[in-house]
Each structure stands twice: as structure tokens, then as C-alpha cells.
């Protein structure tokens, strides 16, 4: 009589051949399949990952241990593994570690267990300070920036206007396309559809009826026979690069992007009275603890505890 091996033996053989039976490709296209992200950030993702195993020389990615990952983020933030051997921002490092944080730790789920263990978890990332606050431009500076992009065409007064007004992200401008404006049921408001936001979510903003009124007229313009349905037939960096430019020509003394005048809407929505719940909503932001942040550039801006010590001393003052 044959002598049958333990159940627990066999279980392990059966899944190191159910792991071995994919290979690193496969692994990788299930994981972008499945993480339900946009498809900017399934781009990113797979850059970054691809990057990892140029670093790694394609060894197996269920072999990799921490330590390596611990090498690359060291040689990451030193500069040793960028292309211009310059150190990179802690936020640009960690860009590239949570794609793999993301790749094992759903690798090494129980259910999935393609990776036996997940060599990410006791990696850091490294800490990233938040310095939005004075990442905002002033009431003027928003008007010498549209007066410029004015002067550059109205297609690029027109982004501008959008950014400042809605506070889309690059990813969102560039792909709204006509098809996702719609009335409400009252016919007295129009809303844009964000179709892919940050995480794949949906959300939809309201446009403010000036910005539409351009946007009409900027349609009047588009060849009604093209196959593009965006309303901006641009890719990101196209759009960063027209805000750059106006940038550079406005000289202003600020290097500002388009992500800027995303802080500048929350910044100015608060200030002028808009809910933190409705600043939310408008960002996409998934916890409010995100637009919060927004809240204590808001209070700088306002009366500060020594302006109330000079109101009460206002008569010694004089």
C-alpha cells in the first residue's frame, strides 16, 4: 500500500505549482486588471513596477526580498537609480514604491497567495511633507494669469479658467469631453461628469454658468467631423506645458502649475464661504482629512491672533 503524504504537503506543493504556473507578466496584468485605478494611474503603475525589475535584472518577483526593495528606495532617493543620477523628492520616491506596496500586498493575500510573503511591509516610505499651503496664487495673480493665457489663444484662456474655476486635475481636463455635459432636471444648471477621477470614481461638478457660456462658444470652433469628442484635444503634459508658459511670461516669481491652481480653487472656495463637505466633493478627495489641509492656509488668511492684540492696543497706537 502506497503511503499518501499529509494533507498539509499537499496543499503546498498544490500552490507552489498554482504560483509557478504564472509567470511575472501574467501576475502583473491580473494585478493592473483588478486595482480598479484609472487608466493615468494604471500607467504610472506600470512604469513603475517595470522600472523595479530593470533594477532587480527581472529576477522573479515572488524571490525579491526586502532588502532589495529597501536598496532601490536608498538608490532612488540618492539618485543612484534615476536616469539624471539626480536624488529625487521624497514624494517622487514614494510614487514609485506604492505600486509595489500595492502589487504584493495584493499578491500575498490568502485568497491570491501568488507571493508567499509581502518583502514590502517593513519598507518605509519615505515621509512627505505636506507644503500645499503656499502652493496658491493671490486674487491678482489669478488675473495677471488669465490676461496672459488671454494673449496666448482662448483655447488656453479657457483651461485656465477651468482649472481656477473647478479644480480638476491634469488627468480629468485632458480627458472631458463634450459628451459628459448635462442640464439638470430644471434646465437651469449644467454638470460635468468626471468619468475616470483619481481612483477610477466618478463624480460629477457643476460648471459656473460664465465658464459655460465659453464653453459654447469655444464649440462653435471644434470640426464637428473629428473623431476626438475631448473638449481639449491634449494630452497632460500639453496642458502643463500651456500653463508653464504662461507661467514663465507672467513672471510672477512662482513656478506654478496646473496643480497649483487645483489649490488655489480649494483655497478661495473655503475663503469665500463654501463648506468643507462641498470642497470635498468637488476635489474627489476620498477622506475629508485630505481637504482639511486647505482649512489652515484658509485661517492664515484671515484675521490672525496679533490682529486682535492690535485692535485691543489700537488706542495706544496712534
Sequence with gaps: MLKQEPLMNQVTLYKKHHQESYTDDQIIEMFLAVCSRSKYTIRNYKLAIERFRQFISYKSLSEVTWQEIEVYKIGLIKGFCSKQKKPMSSATVASFIAPLRSLYKWGSDPNIKLFQINPTSCVSTPRISVNSGNHYLTKQEVGHLLDQLKKQRFRDYLIGLTFVLMGLRVSELSSMEWGHFATDVTETSVWLTIMDG??????TIK????????FVEYEKSRDINSEDQRVFSLSSRQVERVIQKASKQCNLGKKFTPHWLRHTNATLALLYGASLQQVQHNLGHSHINTTQRYLHTVEQLKKAAPDFVQDGLSEFLK
Design 207 to 214: 460648471v459656473p454658468q460664465q465658464l459655460w457660456e465659453l
Design 198 to 203: 483619481k481612483g477610477g470614481k466618478k463624480r
